[in-house]
């Protein structure tokens, strides 16, 4: 099907190349592959690092093979890259690759991180809906969102081992490669909890990460500091 991609591209990506490489950054439930350029100053640290900035499209998705609907993690882990690395000629070696997104997109963005950890050197998730159960206990079952849910996990939705984060941080924490993980999340978001509990058991599995949270909810002056912070942990500071 036709789909929308934001990219950005910068003039000069030499004048950085502690960082350069590619980000692959993944918007929110109700947003679009324009959000982040439109709400955030995500061009100007583009800029800044040298770095390559490819935004899909993920419409409801969760970034998961759809129960009914399209193949988005098949599109965002393999198909998209093969897409920007031809038409882009962007780099794509593993070590300068990684992945990003704000609630929705933090759970496709640690989704892909953990299935797939050997595509990415850093990960980045800003109010992450991170218990996808618990997503779906607390979404009423006539709200439109639960439709969605319907679409991604099937008319009575039950999210298998490879759709449920907590699960899979196990594996991700015992793998040869973990990419570097960035997770932050506001004081007055109701998903710290869920965002702390997995923090919590990704340090008991041995993953070590960087978990940050200050006062803040679920809103653009929250992940305006998040990317700015993932990326500045992505160099290594």
Known sequence: METSLTVILPQDG?????????????????QSALSWVRHSRIEAYAEKYGMAVIMPEGARSFYTDMCYGGDYFSYITEELPGLCGRMFRIEDAPEKTY?????MGGYGALK???SRP???????????????????????????SY???QGVFGAEPEPGDADDLFALAGPAARAAKRPRLFISCGGEDIRLEQNQRLSALLREAGY?????????GHEWDFWEVSIQRALLFFLGY
């Not at 030499?14 to 109700?30: E, Q, V, W």
């Open 14 to 30: 030499s004048h950085n190349p502690a960082l350069g490489g590619t980000l692959y950054l993944l918007h929110g439930r109700g």
């Open 99 to 103: 992945i990003a997104g704000l609630s």
């Open 112 to 114: 892909c991180a953990f």
């Open 118 to 144: 050997e595509r990415y050197a850093g990960c980045g998730v800003f109010s992450a809906v991170t218990d996808i159960r618990w997503r779906l206990n607390n979404t009423p079952l006539n709200a439109p």
């Open 147 to 149: 439709r969605d849910l």
């Open 208 to 216: 070590e990460h960087e978990f940050q949270q200050w006062p803040g």
